[in-house]
């Protein structure tokens, strides 16, 4: 076996609502091989991993994978659940996966959840490994591969303050993204956006940040403002270092000037040689090293937000307690395998590392790490309490004396940092302030000693900054709407987000021709899939996300946001059959209803009721677990669907004679006359009527007024707002119509449209993308209307097809169904242009079904085309004169 590739659906998806990896996998000479086939695989495999019996399956139950494996499963599917197996040894645990045949004969794709990407990546390369293995009955070196797995997650996981962080903003429901592999976090999305990285936030002060990191000018910034620090000097060199104790009572603390982390700290120093050796330890730090009076108490550790004390803990420095039987350096290894220690942040405690610094402290006292202590006997290894040298803490945030939290708060704001961790060596800190005082100030404090003590209440550090950086009432995120379906929602995107451009907003809008940011264009090509959903959400000058979420998109890279305020589907047909794993209408249908799916609560979905696949979506399981409004559209104003849902109080958007009516209940107000909105081209483009309601029908659910979506559909004009889909030209004396319609339903409904026209004679160069299945090709062919002539092209990249097969297979249709229509078969598609315009007789009208649509107006611009935007002149008379009066 071998992977092909292994893609991130960091979103919502098809297999799982949930982040997954999916791998595709090639089975290679085990294509169509069977679990039972290979002698002894099964018993190799439950050996090895006997945990994996308990794995449900299909089933429900434990033992139901198993029994699948004697039955005879394939090898994708045994891949699967080794890896999931093999998560619980790496620390992150999960049970979800799912595997499925791909369109490549012997290629299967293998999804599973993730909680660590890096991590899971690695655990599917090995399940691959480790079952081609055990298929050959060869040795395969698992347990270092585990830790390989371990190691790559305490690396890549989210330290306990950022994952704190995290966790607290994920309680508000606060959408986030990890922006970079360290702790840099992004919350919210467009104007919402706020950022963090550890404890620092976007808006904590860079001249603070500075400030705190030089310990010496903090001291004296405090002092200046008559708070109390200890006195002292910075030294460069070892014998300034001990000339320095000369001017200091003893005892004295050396340590780096820009430390952190309670690194190269030395305390309770009094003869020069301690001073030397103290000195060595800390220049190894910092090039520059504090030599100051020494604080005589306990040390604490008090964090601000925003100014006020959130928590407090007293810090108790590493140690280890004898037991009159193992040496000190046992007694460590012995501390250290509580389960709540780990390396560095990753767990809540920090494993004690013997260093030359907890040697000399050792040796300070007379000891070494050879020595047994008495039983009882407590021997401190640090002098300094930080947790992350093995440090434990004890809450005591409800006992600080009030002259000790003013003192505090005088601190923060003197040094100007909006999260700031301030330590103090004090004799108690439930007492009134009298000696002692603040040793430093620190950015971006680590708080798990608050949301994980040794001893005493959790506090929720991170919730009083996630609530600073998102006050109560302060929008946490933008509105997003989420257009999906196979035909129109394009055209629907572009309504929708001129609606919100009226309104005065930044839009960021995808569609399959570009991201747009307001009125930039971001990126141009296919844009439909979560990449550019994350490029609108990520900046922070947008308003609102109107994000066309095409099928595509869904199925390589799942959606590019969590939650919609609206999703549209606009209707449901065959198209794509053939590709990703789609092979007919409920495939479609079930890769559409994501949209659906992912309605936040309360939010609004709108609904195609002249659809019965779409109408099918509103009751789905998936669908109805989490409540929201159901809005429909129509073209037919006596649809039993939308009088059955207004008359229970629901909102419906129809088609009334010429008039769009907004059916809220009982109350009806109409909108504007279809045959008013450019883009319906007086009328005769019902699916573009569809297409209004339906974006009408989303931008009143997201709140905007009547007044300005009528305005907004007034001003949409088809060849400036619109391109690509229904343009008209005037060309010579004879029209074309540019429209990239690539399914059946498509093709119908643009030639249904133009026979409604006055025109005598009309040609059609028709065009199938050459990855849909045969079948739904002959179908796009047997779709084309009453015209007279048919020009067959082919796309420039016929996407795995020969040159020229797609055409001769669309032309055979046509030839033998329609022998009297005469067909030709142009291939290069800017030829096809020419020859269409050159036989068109006046007034004639061509409809080019394009592939590039700015080579193909370019093309015609060549010819002197120009945009039509007046209709009258086209629809013909019997039509103009069935449009009903006002």
């Given at each position: 076996?071998?992977?092909?590739?292994?893609?991130?659906?960091?979103?919502?998806?098809?297999?799982?609502?949930?982040?997954?990896?999916?791998?595709?996998?090639?089975?290679?000479?085990?294509?169509?091989?069977?679990?039972?086939?290979?002698?002894?695989?099964?018993?190799?495999?439950?050996?090895?991993?006997?945990?994996?019996?308990?794995?449900?399956?299909?089933?429900?139950?434990?033992?139901?994978?198993?029994?699948?494996?004697?039955?005879?499963?394939?090898?994708?599917?045994?891949?699967?659940?080794?890896?999931?197996?093999?998560?619980?040894?790496?620390?992150?645990?999960?049970?979800?996966?799912?595997?499925?045949?791909?369109?490549?004969?012997?290629?299967?794709?293998?999804?599973?959840?993730?909680?660590?990407?890096?991590?899971?990546?690695?655990?599917?390369?090995?399940?691959?490994?480790?079952?081609?293995?055990?298929?050959?009955?060869?040795?395969?070196?698992?347990?270092?591969?585990?830790?390989?797995?371990?190691?790559?997650?305490?690396?890549?996981?989210?330290?306990?303050?950022?994952?704190?962080?995290?966790?607290?903003?994920?309680?508000?429901?606060?959408?986030?993204?990890?922006?970079?592999?360290?702790?840099?976090?992004?919350?919210?999305?467009?104007?919402?956006?706020?950022?963090?990285?550890?404890?620092?936030?976007?808006?904590?002060?860079?001249?603070?940040?500075?400030?705190?990191?030089?310990?010496?000018?903090?001291?004296?910034?405090?002092?200046?403002?008559?708070?109390?620090?200890?006195?002292?000097?910075?030294?460069?060199?070892?014998?300034?270092?001990?000339?320095?104790l000369q001017f200091t009572d003893p005892p004295v603390v050396v340590k780096p000037l820009d430390g952190n982390q309670g690194r190269g700290v030395s305390l309770n120093l009094h003869s020069p040689e301690q001073v030397a050796e103290a000195f060595d330890i800390a220049a190894s730090v910092s090039r520059r090293v504090i030599v100051e009076e020494m604080f005589v108490g306990n040390d604490y550790r008090v964090v601000m937000v925003d100014g006020r004390m959130v928590a407090a803990a007293q810090r108790i420095p590493a140690h280890v307690r004898g037991d009159s039987t193992h040496t000190i350096s046992q007694l460590i290894d012995l501390t250290n395998h509580d389960p709540r220690r780990g390396n560095g942040h990753e767990k809540p405690m920090t494993k004690i590392h013997t260093d030359p610094l907890v040697i000399a402290i050792l040796k300070r006292h007379g000891r070494t790490l050879s020595d047994v202590p008495a039983d009882g006997e407590l021997v401190l290894l640090r002098e300094s309490a930080n947790l992350s040298t093995g440090g434990e803490a004890r809450d005591v945030t409800d006992r600080v004396h009030p002259t000790i939290r003013r003192l505090c708060e005088r601190a923060a704001r003197v040094v100007g940092l909006d999260v700031c961790g301030i330590d103090l060596v004090i004799a108690d800190i439930e007492q009134p302030f009298t000696k002692g005082g603040i040793v430093e100030v620190n950015a971006a404090p680590g708080i798990r000693m608050h949301h994980f003590p040794g001893e005493g209440e959790a506090r929720d550090v991170a919730g009083a900054i996630v609530d600073m950086l998102y006050p109560d009432g302060a929008a946490t995120q933008i509105p997003v709407i989420a257009i999906t379906g196979?035909?129109?929602?394009?055209?629907?995107?572009?309504?929708?987000?001129?609606?919100?451009?009226?309104?005065?907003?930044?839009?960021?809008?995808?569609?399959?021709?570009?991201?747009?940011?307001?009125?930039?264009?971001?990126?141009?090509?296919?844009?439909?899939?979560?990449?550019?959903?994350?490029?609108?959400?990520?900046?922070?000058?947008?308003?609102?996300?109107?994000?066309?979420?095409?099928?595509?998109?869904i199925m390589r890279g799942g959606l590019g946001f969590d939650w919609a305020d609206v999703g549209v589907i606009t209707n449901i047909d065959a198209?794509?059959?053939?590709?990703?794993?789609?092979?007919?209408?409920?495939?479609?249908?079930?890769?559409?209803?994501?949209?659906?799916?992912?309605?936040?609560?309360?939010?609004?979905?709108?609904?195609?009721?002249?659809?019965?696949?779409?109408?099918?979506?509103?009751?789905?399981?998936?669908?109805?677990?989490?409540?929201?409004?159901?809005?429909?559209?129509?073209?037919?104003?006596?649809?039993?669907?939308?009088?059955?849902?207004?008359?229970?109080?629901?909102?419906?958007?129809?088609?009334?004679?010429?008039?769009?009516?907004?059916?809220?209940?009982?109350?009806?107000?109409?909108?504007?006359?279809?045959?008013?909105?450019?883009?319906?081209?007086?009328?005769?483009?019902?699916?573009?009527v569809a297409n209004i309601l339906a974006a009408a029908a989303a931008v009143r659910a997201a709140g905007l007024s009547r007044d300005v979506l009528v305005k907004a559909l007034e001003a949409f004009d088809l060849s400036s707002h619109n391109s690509g889909r229904m343009n008209v030209y005037a060309v010579r004396d004879a029209y074309v119509v540019v429209d990239y319609g690539h399914n059946p339903q498509a093709i119908r409904t643009l030639c249904g449209t133009v026979a409604r026209w006055r025109s005598s004679n009309v040609t059609a160069v028709l065009g199938v993308p050459g990855d849909r299945s045969d079948e739904l090709i002959r179908e796009c062919a047997r779709a084309v209307g009453d015209v007279d002539r048919v020009i067959v092209r082919e796309d420039d990249d016929t996407r795995g097809r020969g040159r020229g097969d797609v055409a001769n297979l669309v032309k055979s249709v046509l030839e033998h169904e329609r022998p009297a229509l005469p067909v030709d078969m142009i291939l290069n598609e800017l030829e096809s242009v020419d020859a269409a315009i050159a036989a068109a007789p006046r007034d004639a009208i061509v409809i080019m079904f394009v592939d590039d649509i700015d080579q193909v107006v370019d093309r015609l611009q060549s010819h002197g085309a120009q945009p039509v935007t007046e209709f009258a002149s086209l629809v013909r008379a019997t039509d103009a004169a069935a449009l009903p009066a006002a």
């Open positions: 076996m071998h992977i092909h590739r292994i893609r991130t659906l960091a979103g919502p998806n098809i297999f799982s609502h949930r982040p997954m990896l999916a791998m595709e996998l090639d089975l290679d000479d085990l294509y169509a091989v069977e679990s039972y086939a290979v002698h002894g695989f099964n018993q190799r495999l439950m050996q090895l991993l006997p945990g994996i019996s308990d794995h449900h399956c299909a089933s429900g139950k434990p033992g139901g994978f198993v029994k699948r494996l004697h039955e005879g499963t394939y090898f994708g599917h045994i891949v699967e659940h080794v890896a999931l197996e093999l998560t619980d040894a790496a620390g992150i645990s999960t049970t979800r996966g799912k595997t499925v045949a791909t369109d490549v004969p012997g290629r299967y794709l293998v999804a599973t959840e993730y909680k660590n990407e890096a991590a899971m990546k690695h655990i599917l390369e090995t399940a691959v490994a480790l079952v081609d293995a055990l298929v050959r009955d060869q040795p395969y070196p698992l347990e270092s591969r585990m830790e390989e797995a371990r190691a790559i997650v305490a690396k890549t996981s989210l330290g306990p303050s950022t994952k704190a962080i995290v966790d607290a903003a994920a309680r508000r429901g606060i959408p986030w993204a990890r922006v970079n592999n360290d702790s840099r976090i992004r919350f919210g999305t467009g104007k919402a956006i706020r950022y963090v990285e550890a404890t620092m936030t976007d808006r904590t002060n860079i001249i603070a940040v500075d400030l705190a990191g030089n310990k010496h000018e903090t001291k004296r910034v405090l002092s200046d403002v008559g708070l109390p620090v200890p006195r002292g000097c910075v030294v460069e060199q070892r014998d300034e270092a001990i000339r320095a196979t035909n129109g929602k394009t055209t629907v995107t572009r309504m929708i987000g001129r609606a919100f451009r009226e309104a005065g907003q930044t839009v960021g809008m995808t569609t399959t021709d570009g991201i747009w940011i307001g009125d930039d264009e971001a990126a141009r090509g296919d844009m439909t899939g979560p990449w550019s959903a994350n490029v609108v959400l990520s900046d922070p000058s947008v308003d609102v996300a109107v994000l066309e979420t095409a099928r595509g998109g198209d794509h059959f053939g590709q990703d794993g789609i092979e007919g209408l409920d495939d479609i249908v079930r890769v559409k209803r994501l949209v659906a799916e992912r309605v936040r609560e309360g939010g609004t979905l709108v609904l195609n009721a002249d659809d019965e696949h779409v109408r099918s979506v509103a009751v789905h399981p998936r669908v109805t677990a989490v409540a929201k409004r159901i809005v429909y559209f129509s073209l037919d104003s006596a649809s039993p669907v939308v009088r059955y849902h207004v008359e229970r109080g629901g909102t419906a958007f129809v088609m009334n004679g010429d008039w769009l009516e907004e059916h809220d209940g009982q109350s009806v107000t109409r909108l504007m006359r279809a045959s008013a909105a450019p883009s319906t081209l007086g009328g005769t483009a019902t699916f573009q």
